[in-house]
């Protein structure tokens, strides 16, 4: 089996490689029909893909790689989407400052109190567009543009 990833082969690249991987799964729904799924691969997709970012950066500025790791497995960072989005633009990544509407509808599903994976009685769950879809695999490539990473999947 391949594995599709970045290359040259770096964590960063591996992490931007399962983001693409999560997006594609999530953009082979029928998200009429696979809505919560479709959310919860494209929350995860977007946690790795800035958590990426903020490895890279960490690694540059010489941190060991298992620091950077355990630094953003917890609080302020683990699952909230809104803090690696803020810590990625202070890192110089190049998306807005303002996070988009695309982005806050995911992050609301992704983290705390993770409606997505635990969600509440009566829940109804708006089903992602493939626009969103895009803006994530646009995201992956800013990244991976960035970083100096080639796609080597199909």
């Not at 958590?51 to 950077?68: C, F, N, Q, S, T």
């Not at 302020?76 to 809104?82: A, N, R, V």
């Not at 994976?117 to 009566?122: F, L």
């Not at 769950?125 to 543009?145: M, R, Y």
Request: proline share 6%; charged share 20%; glycine share 8%.
């Amino acid at each position: 089996m391949i594995y599709q990833t970045y290359g040259p082969s770096s964590t960063v690249g591996t992490y931007l490689g399962h983001a693409k991987q999560l997006t594609d799964a999530a953009m082979s729904l029928d998200r009429q029909r696979s809505g919560i799924a479709g959310n919860m691969l494209l929350g995860h997709a977007l946690e790795v893909t800035l958590k990426a970012w903020l490895l890279a950066e960490g690694l540059k500025r010489g941190e060991p790689l298992d620091k950077v790791k355990r630094t953003l497995a917890k609080a302020p960072f683990g699952h909230d989407l809104q803090n690696l989005w803020d810590a990625a633009v202070r890192e110089g990544l190049a998306i807005p400052t303002s996070r988009p509407i695309w982005f806050e509808y995911l992050a609301a599903m992704h983290g705390a109190p993770f409606r997505v994976r635990y969600p509440p009685n009566a829940v109804a769950f708006p089903v992602p567009e493939d626009t969103v879809c895009n803006h994530v695999l646009s995201l992956i490539e800013i990244i991976a543009n960035a970083s100096g990473l080639t796609y080597t999947g199909n």
